[in-house]
């Protein structure tokens, strides 16, 4: 009976899941309208207010949310931070340390009711996973016209165990953009974090794949 297990089960297995489940996940990817197209965003010297650079080879290994924190959009930061810990938390505490939150920042030091700290402190994050940049360009993330104060880009900085070209110096892979505050596109991007981010969903998809997924 072991003997038939490894003979005939196996193979009819491996078979039936390189034909329904890779698809499966194929298709899933090809619904992030960037990703397919391999763009990759430039996180090359992006200075932070921390006074570090955040460049590509610091968020290597990382699945990277950048947002955006503009004049029009002062008052409802608290709520996208709030949204993005939400997200966060659909995952165990393994995953979440695969991600990286990275909001370009304008400088408000003019206005002197605003200050970074305190509002670091009031919304209780850490500045190891949370990146605050300086300056903001919606075009590097494709989003030049159609962009919300809840839109916020979602990138993939890890690297295929096949792809040995060190593509992650030329920064991560966008994969989309979503907005936090439409019920239907949260779940969407729910649905593609479960298949880029995993690494054990990550193995199974590469497994018996003849072409580079990332």
């Not at 610091?58 to 931070?81: H, N, P, Q, T």
């Not at 165990?92 to 939150?101: A, G, I, N, T, V």
């Not at 439409?182 to 649905?191: F, G, M, N, P, W």
């Amino acid at each position: 009976m072991i003997f038939l297990l490894f003979v005939v089960g196996f193979p009819v297995l491996t078979v039936l899941f390189s034909k329904m489940g890779l698809d499966k996940h194929k298709g899933i990817r090809s619904e992030m309208q960037f990703l397919k197209d391999s763009i990759r965003v430039d996180f090359s010297k992006l200075s932070t207010f921390g006074g570090e650079a955040l460049i590509n080879e610091s968020i290597r290994g990382k699945l990277v949310f950048a947002g955006f924190w503009d004049y029009a959009c002062k008052d409802e930061m608290g709520e996208l931070i709030d949204s993005l810990k939400s997200l966060r938390n659909n995952f165990s505490k393994e995953d979440q340390r695969k991600l990286l939150f990275v909001i370009h920042t304008e400088d408000f030091s003019q206005d002197s009711t605003w200050s970074l700290e305190a509002s670091i402190a009031e919304w209780k994050i850490d500045t190891i996973n949370w990146k605050f940049t300086k300056g903001i360009d919606r075009g590097r993330y494709k989003m030049e016209t159609e962009h919300t104060c809840f839109s916020v880009a979602v990138l993939d900085g890890r690297v295929s165990r096949k792809d040995d070209s060190n593509n992650y110096l030329k920064g991560p892979l966008l994969c989309d953009y979503y907005d936090l505050k439409d019920v239907r596109t949260v779940e969407d991007l729910l649905r593609h974090m479960a298949v880029i981010m995993p690494l054990k969903q990550r193995k199974k998809i590469e497994w018996k794949q003849e072409e580079k997924l990332y």
